[in-house]
């Protein structure tokens, strides 16, 4: 591995020194330094102080499992480090300048830095700067360093299990003492139902619902409060809404407007009016989704319905099945079927029976083919058979409705007529 690259990428990435040493920290052991910037200066506290600090105050603690990362200078102007171990090396990352104030739980020196030197400094984002870092450990471990790793060893303010059990257990013995529980998990699932389905009338029923317990308490601060259970409940409906189909970014992008508008609100019943509003916001969105889907649906359905037409008009002549037409169309023959009933509100069969009828009268009236002859033209068993399917949809017999339509028929009553009326 180039491992001199490695140094000068990372000197590049934070656009700061990166010193190296093979071995312990020794004022006589020199390190290697790697920066292209003639500009930077970094000469505010000795080689002996930091080397004091590392040996004696952390004592090798972090620096095979972990990088440390300390601050060096007063506090108006604090510049940023990193000390850590890969591979056979040692390694010092720094100075940086975070973006975001980061409290560290190790510092070096009360020293001054002069303004045109710290302005110098690159300023980094923390994640950033860990990111850098991370990649020199991490390419000489098996077992991987996260972020999360960096930040528990070296920032402040690490919030220990025992003081959450207990303002937990404090706070549970406050509401059993009072009575206040809080409202029924039904209710928010009913809420956030309502959202995934774009059901706007029970959305507004189960916003309606009445209990006698609590909402969350999110901040001693009631507006705080408010807020924070805006941004809770705007979460949760982003979720709702894109399971119910609503686009992940759009919903996403929603719910970070929403959020800016609660947190630029100062009243409480505003904030809660307006949570409500985002909510349906949500909910409205998803049943245009599911109409247009459903739309899209129909519409596909009806392709489905065409083509079975198409295929029994093709088909008149012949003795036509349900399952030889989905088969043709890869259906299954129920769906077929039930799809069929749905959009023309007859069966299928019917349908194909009374296209046959429609045919059969126009042979009878203008062709002059016999009763059997049209029977096994149209693919019916026999003359009966066309027989009884004709009198269910005509109410007359093939030789009724012949006598009564035929074109020859016609033509013999006109001649009478016209001889009558001479």
């Known amino acids: 591995m180039n491992i001199d690259y490695l140094a000068w990428h990372v000197s590049h990435e934070l656009y700061t020194f990166v010193r190296r040493w093979s071995g312990e920290l020794k004022p006589d052991n020199k390190p290697e330094i790697f920066c292209a910037r003639k500009d930077l200066k970094d000469d505010y506290f000795s080689f002996s102080e930091f080397e004091d600090y590392m040996?004696?105050?952390?004592?090798?603690?972090?620096?095979?499992?972990?990088?440390?990362?300390f601050s060096a200078?007063?506090?108006?102007?604090?510049?940023?480090?990193?000390y850590l171990q890969a591979g056979d090396f040692y390694y010092l990352v720094g100075p940086v300048r975070f973006d975001s104030k980061v409290r560290l739980y190790y510092h070096i020196g009360e020293f001054e830095i002069p303004k045109s030197d710290f302005n110098a400094v690159f300023s980094s984002e923390f994640y950033f700067f860990c990111s850098n870092i991370l990649l020199m450990c991490n390419l000489f471990r098996k077992e991987?360093?996260?972020?999360?790793?960096?930040?528990?060893?070296?920032?402040?303010?690490?919030?220990r299990d025992s003081e959450i059990m207990e303002e937990y257990s404090a706070l549970i013995f406050e509401r059993q003492e009072l009575e206040e529980p809080h409202n029924p998990y039904e209710q928010e699932i009913r809420e956030l139902t309502s959202i995934e389905l774009g059901d706007i009338e029970m959305l507004k029923?189960?916003?309606?619902?009445?209990?006698?317990?609590?909402?969350?308490?999110?901040?001693?601060?009631?507006?705080?409060?408010?807020k924070n259970l805006g941004i809770v409940v705007m979460t949760l409906a982003s979720r709702a809404a894109i399971r119910g189909g609503l686009m992940p970014e759009i919903s996403y992008s929603m719910s970070d407007v929403f959020i800016q508008k609660i947190e630029e609100m100062t009243d409480i019943v505003a904030?809660?009016?307006?949570?409500?509003?985002?909510?349906m916001e949500y909910a409205k969105l998803v049943a245009e989704i599911r109409k247009q889907d459903e739309k899209k649906s129909k519409e596909k359905q009806s392709i489905w319905v065409e083509a079975s037409k198409e295929y029994i008009f093709k088909h008149l002549h012949e003795k036509i099945r349900v399952q030889e037409i989905a088969d043709y169309l890869h259906l299954n023959s129920s769906y077929l079927s039930e799809l069929f009933?749905?959009?023309?509100?007859?069966?299928?069969?019917?349908?194909?029976?009374?296209?046959?009828?429609?045919?059969?009268?126009?042979?009878?009236?203008?062709?002059?083919?016999?009763?059997i002859e049209i029977a096994t033209y149209l693919?019916?068993?026999?003359?009966?058979?066309?027989g009884k399917v004709f009198k269910k949809y005509t109410d007359m017999t093939l030789r009724q409705y012949r006598e009564r339509y035929g074109r020859e028929q016609i033509q013999e009553r006109r001649k009478a007529e016209l001889i009558s009326n001479e």
Do not use: W
């Open 379 to 386: 693919g019916f068993s026999s003359q009966s058979h066309l």
């Open 73 to 82: 200078g007063l506090k108006e102007n604090q510049v940023a480090y990193a």
């Open 271 to 279: 904030i809660y009016t307006a949570i409500r509003q985002f909510e």
């Open 144 to 159: 991987i360093l996260t972020r999360d790793d960096i930040v528990y060893e070296n920032c402040e303010e690490q919030i």
């Open 205 to 226: 029923k189960s916003i309606g619902e009445d209990y006698l317990g609590k909402t969350g308490v999110l901040s001693k601060d009631e507006l705080r409060n408010t």
């Open 341 to 371: 009933k749905q959009q023309e509100s007859m069966t299928l069969t019917d349908f194909i029976l009374q296209e046959k009828v429609k045919l059969t009268k126009n042979l009878l009236t203008y062709s002059p083919y016999s009763y």
């Open 55 to 69: 040996n004696q105050c952390l004592a090798g603690k972090f620096v095979s499992a972990c990088p440390v990362v």
